[in-house]
């Protein structure tokens, strides 16, 4: 039943929720013979191709609400590092020449910060009205994704990758910026009426 739910609410951030939960019932069941591991794969496939549907249909406004996302994103980042270092929980400025070099106290307390400003930066655009059955969140989501794997393919063919690199692609952007902005947005959408925000579906 969980599994219905997190699909369900998946899908529900690039198509319309009736949409969303047909198609989530019907994945459910075919991975109830093909495993959860298959589910997650055809969950990313056809997030993926609502997405790209609904932009092909609203160019302008999805690169819009990226721009909005990337906006309030960065505004939360910095709103969060100020307020740990006026609180005097880790510097302003961290000094380091790799990620690699911070002791493990500070990468804890970053990737927190990572995951706390994803997360409402995903409550914050998930209250948005729907363009083509797309919420807000997932322009921000597909960037994220797409940085991702630009970025381990152009390491992967530099010749420089390292295993820190490849964590933090692979693991560390799905788990501190996607899953967390997933999260709020579907948080945000359950509890916004969707008369009250002139949803376009």
């Known amino acids: 039943m969980h599994k219905a739910l997190i699909a369900q609410g998946i899908l529900s951030l690039s198509s319309p929720p009736d949409r969303a939960e047909t198609m989530a019932g019907d994945l459910v069941e075919e991975a109830r013979t093909r495993g959860g591991l298959w589910l997650a794969g055809a969950l990313v496939g056809v997030s993926a191709a609502m997405f790209f ?54 990468l804890l307390y970053l990737g927190g910060l990572l995951m706390l400003s994803n997360f409402v930066t995903g409550l914050v655009l998930g209250r948005g009205s729907a363009v083509g059955g797309m919420n807000p969140v997932m322009p921000l989501a597909m960037f994220w994704a797409s940085t991702a794997v630009i970025a381990l393919c152009a390491d992967v063919s530099s010749g420089t990758s390292t295993w820190f690199c490849t964590l933090l692609y692979v693991g560390g952007l799905p788990t501190l910026y996607i899953a967390p902005l997933l999260l709020g947005g579907m948080l945000a959408a359950r509890t916004t009426p969707s008369f009250g925000l002139g949803a376009s579906r």
Do not use: C, K, N
């Open 53 to 106: 549907h609904a932009f092909g249909a609203a160019r302008a406004r999805t690169l819009a609400r990226l721009g909005l996302g990337l906006a309030v994103w960065f505004a939360v980042y910095v709103a969060t590092r100020v307020v740990g270092a006026l609180l005097g929980l880790q510097p302003l400025v961290i000094d380091a020449r790799s990620v690699a070099e911070l002791p493990l106290g500070t």
